[in-house]
């Protein structure tokens, strides 16, 4: 069965960065997209960018740019993000799901399955 | 920015339909999908492309898409389809996913 299995909990002082790591199984790692969504405690979902694992072609929502970077490994079935210039409104729960649908046609995709989560917890 | 606009709460008896809305004037240029979360939890798919229902998701969840109106519908509701639902959409000229604010189904 498909499973996405997230490195664990951070926390980091504001100004820092954070790596966190999502290892797909159950399927072929470079077939599907790969993106990440934050959740803030009690708010919403916050789409943050996909990556194609196959290319390494990336996109990132606008309000990221700059801070962002999505990463991956091949040779470990292994992607990243880094989350830069931390500050206390980065706090939040951050998912690593599964673009289901067609590699890199966003408009056909939905998120068929997520990771459990990793807790950010930025604070001085 | 594009917004998806849907109703903060939605109640609904036991046995009852549940119509949860998710408005966009873009969302007729592509298509929907709908998340179910419940606290603690990670989301899961429910809707998908508009009106398609991933394996194992009960047959009492539909969607529809209008053009300018999504909808998940849940038929029959029971007290365990109590929790949040999001509305989902791709903006093709952002290039951005775009998520509604989420709509809090009760089940009194």
């Known amino acids: 069965q498909v499973q996405l299995v997230q490195s664990g909990a951070e926390v980091k002082k504001p100004g820092a960065s954070v790596k966190v790591s999502c290892k797909p199984s159950g399927y072929t790692f470079t077939n599907y997209d790969l993106n990440w969504v934050r959740q803030a405690a009690g708010q919403g979902l916050d789409w943050m960018g996909w990556?194609?694992?196959?290319?390494?072609?990336?996109g990132y929502a606008q309000k990221f740019q700059g801070r962002l970077t999505m990463t991956r490994d091949t040779s470990i079935s292994t992607a990243y993000l880094e989350l830069s210039s931390l500050r206390s409104e980065d706090t939040a729960v951050y998912y690593c799901?599964?673009?289901?649908?067609?590699?890199?046609?966003?408009?056909?995709?939905?998120?068929?399955?997520w990771g459990l989560g990793t807790l950010v917890t930025v604070s001085s | 920015s594009y917004e998806l606009t849907q109703p903060p709460s939605v109640s609904v008896s036991p046995g009852q339909t549940a119509s949860i809305t998710c408005s966009g004037d873009k969302l007729g240029h592509g298509f929907a999908s709908w998340y179910q979360q419940k606290p603690g939890q990670s989301p899961i798919l429910v809707i998908y492309q508009d009106r398609k229902r991933p394996s194992g998701i009960p047959e009492r969840f539909s969607g529809s898409n209008s053009g300018d109106t999504a909808t998940l519908t849940i038929s029959g509701t029971q007290p365990l389809d109590e929790a949040d639902y999001y509305c989902?959409?791709?903006?093709?000229?952002?290039?951005?996913?775009?998520f509604g604010a989420g709509t809090k189904v009760t089940v009194l």
């Open positions: 989902q959409a791709w903006d093709s000229s952002t290039a951005h996913y775009v």
């Open positions: 990556m194609n694992p196959n290319t390494g072609d990336t």
């Open positions: 799901v599964r673009g289901g649908g067609i590699i890199s046609r966003p408009q056909f995709n939905y998120f068929d399955y």
